[in-house]
């Protein structure tokens, strides 16, 4: 009887090694894996492409023609569907993968956080097409230097609706963002996609997107994992929630709508995510509690923008709650704030913060509190203030300070 002859099988496509046997009629059985499972990818969909030439073109459009010469790549999008946790909950999230066509794997992804969005803003709900200022700059820095631009929508957007956006919400802001990127990381290990991934990220965001990002940098320094932040360029943040709570509350004269808007928005967070015990008819007038209330308390997106309610905080709220915060009496609500500040963590890669000296919506003391803080800590943290620059007029100066540092790695 003739021994079985043994085979070798190289699959190159994969880099493995297979071991197989060959019978006595030379028929082949190859012991082929199975394609590994993701973990938190679901689903990259196809979007499609926008040029360089129409991408300039939009940057013109905009008033930044001065970027247009910086752009080399048609970019594609993708629509992502992942896997993230939400309040110790499984879910879907979705979020965008722009991949340009002269990808350069050396080069550190970009993870781009959008600012404060209503429901219809969303990068996944976006593209194609260049609808929203988010995806035209997401794709300008991916068409500029060649590589991949991650942009999560967050919870509360996109697959993920049905949930009232947690608004200015550090853990959710920061899971969503590091799961997107291990989504992206699944998505290179497929070797059909002809990509690959460095774990080299670079961090950025304006407003909301600026407090996204420096969550998502101390997410990552205090998670397990292998990914190494080239550094993090954050503006106009509200990172210190304590101090933007207290000067709010000073206040005896009426505010910008959208200011007191966006306020409201991050009580309904703190309600639902912090569980502050204190009833809403504790918290506000009784005028404007029985306005919110007739419409739910629905106070996320920008809903009570339109609402007749008083935009000045001495009216709006009641005086023993303002009381509670200014005399620090009320240390349930202080501590929600302190936990969900980031001022208070050793940041150990590099952040740029860039802010306005006149923004009356997120307030400078935000990034000159955080900035102090950091800096008496000897931590890698530099400071970028926009001389009377309010919170609309500092983000091209933001922009141009992002570029310069994009520029800056080899």
Known sequence: MKKPVICFIAILSSGMLLLSSCSENNSIILDIPEKPTN???????????????????ALSVGGYQEYAALLNSDV????????TEYKGDKLEASGVFLVPDNYNPDYPTIIYMHGTITETSA???NVPGLRTADIVLGMALASAFNCAVLMPDYIGYGVSASVPHPYIHAPSLAQASLDLIRAFKEYTADTENQLSFNNTIFITGYSEGGYAAVALQKKIQETPTDLRVEKVVAGSGPY???????ECLKQTTDLRTKFVSSYLWTFGMYKNDYGYSKNYDAIFSDADNAVLQEKGYDLAYFHTEELEINTNPALLFRQEFIDGVLDETDTEFLHILAENSLTNFHATDSLLLVYGTADDWVLPENSINTYNAMNAECCKVMSYPFPDGDHETTLPYFVDILLSRLQMIE
């Open 39 to 57: 973990s938190y990818l679901v689903e990259a969909q196809q979007a499609g492409t926008t040029s360089a030439s129409i991408l300039a073109l």
């Open 76 to 83: 594609e999008a993708l629509k992502v569907t992942y896997n």
């Open 123 to 125: 990068p996944s709900l």
């Open 240 to 246: 210190d929630n304590v101090a933007m709570a207290k």
